[in-house]
């Protein structure tokens, strides 16, 4: 089967499904193909933290009323282990309701692909691609869709498949794993989010529901024995770890684990061709930076389509304006995160002490502190 089409996008996760929403109305023949055979079952299973910017975003999507289940972070708590330097965020200093959101990605998935459905861009599933490139004049797409190949052509052919589809990536591996899960404690504090950082890796509970999602990063030896652990031996293992900031820990379910990577794509923009999201840059979840980055990606991507001559899409002067637009929030999420995880990670004793007071002086020094929550919030190109 062959076709052409305006834009193809390679990948309904929540980036290529937010960029074909934003998409929607505008004229132009977009689809989507996606892998899963039916999109009833996400691609992965775990906890988004929303930022303001991105629920901004969602909201002009339409998007964001469909969300049942969000539970608001309106206080951030930052510390270290072992050491007095505390950090707090708060939205009212902020001037905005909520720093952020917890959402679960499943339903996140769900609401995108059920406000496509009434969109009119086409999502077409079981459709698996299996390679593509740029010719001049327009991109080529291969795909396996139900045992039999499928060409498509387009002007413009967005990869936001999440970096599956690329062999390409530069990796750097962290040695760490994220142990995901969910956990009640005895003294929940609804709004705030706790994001602690130990020689292992940083440890995060995002409120969620009744009790919080866990995010706990260790070496893969160690993640391994905390999935095999009976459930009061895991709490108290936790409970060490993290501390008494919301009592006792009482209850788990749902663990899993994840390994930790950065990584990029050096081919990110290619004739006709363009990647974002996770198949353009992969980050540590320390900072909960890696979808927020995408979503922004995917709304710059849509304006600038939307603004373009249909002759000039794809174009490489459209493709580098796009790039350039994007470089400077992408590569400061990623060098921030990547620094932050590093930092705290070193065991030398004065950079334990140095980073303790830099906390400490973060919580004494407004200005600093709403220049760093402004750049969570809304990206490195926040005013
Ligand atoms: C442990 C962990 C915690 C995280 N926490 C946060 C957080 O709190 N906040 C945050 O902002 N981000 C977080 N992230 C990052 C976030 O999950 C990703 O940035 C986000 O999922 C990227 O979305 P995406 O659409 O680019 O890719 P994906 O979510 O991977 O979606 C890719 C889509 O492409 C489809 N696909 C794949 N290959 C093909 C193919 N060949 N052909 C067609 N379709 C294909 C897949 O089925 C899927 O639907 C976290 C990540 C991890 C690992």
Do not use: K
């Amino acid at each position: 089967m062959r076709e052409h089409v305006d834009v193809t996008i390679v990948g309904g996760g929540p980036v290529g499904a937010s960029l074909a929403l934003a998409l929607a109305g505008s004229g132009l023949d977009v689809q989507v193909l996606e892998a899963r055979a039916s999109l009833g079952q996400a691609a992965w299973r775990r906890t988004l933290a929303l930022s303001y910017g991105s629920r901004l975003i969602l909201d002009r999507l339409d998007v964001w009323s469909a969300l049942r289940d969000v539970t608001p972070i309106r206080h951030i708590h930052v510390s270290q282990r072992g050491s007095f330097g505390v950090t707090r965020l708060h939205a009212d200093e902020e001037g905005v309701p909520e720093l952020g959101y917890v959402v679960d990605y499943g339903e996140l998935d769900a609401a995108l692909h059920a406000a496509l459905a009434s969109s009119g861009v086409r999502v077409v599933t079981g459709t698996r691609v299996t390679d593509s490139g740029g010719m001049s004049g327009y991109a080529w797409i291969e795909a396996q869709q139900n045992g039999r190949t499928r060409m498509t052509t387009a002007r413009l052919a967005v990869i936001a498949d999440g970096g599956a589809g690329n062999g390409n990536q530069v990796t750097r591996e962290y040695g760490q794993h994220a142990l995901l899960a969910w956990v009640r404690c005895s003294a929940p504090r609804p709004g705030w989010a706790f994001e602690r950082f130990t020689a292992q890796g940083p440890v995060a509970l995002l409120p969620q529901g009744e009790g919080y999602a866990l995010v706990w990063t260790e070496a893969p030896e160690r993640v391994q024995a905390l999935l095999a652990m009976a459930e009061p031996e895991f709490l108290a293992a936790l409970h060490e770890h993290f501390g008494d900031r919301v009592g006792e820990f009482l209850q788990v379910r749902d663990r899993s684990s994840f390994p930790l990577v950065l990584a990029w794509a050096p081919d990110a923009v290619g004739a006709h061709r363009i990647m974002i999201g996770n198949a353009a840059h992969v980050m540590h979840p320390v900072a909960g930076q890696g979808f927020n980055l995408g979503l922004r990606d995917a709304w710059e991507l849509a304006a600038q389509i939307r603004s373009a001559d249909r002759q000039a899409l794809g174009s490489e002067a459209m493709l580098r304006r796009f790039a350039s637009t994007r470089a400077f929030d992408v590569s400061a999420s990623m060098w921030f995160t990547d620094r932050l995880v590093r930092l705290f990670t070193r065991t030398d004793p004065v950079l334990h002490h140095a980073r303790g007071a830099g906390l400490a002086m973060l919580q004494q020094f407004a200005p600093l502190r709403h220049f760093v929550a402004r750049r969570m919030m809304f990206g490195a190109r926040a005013w």
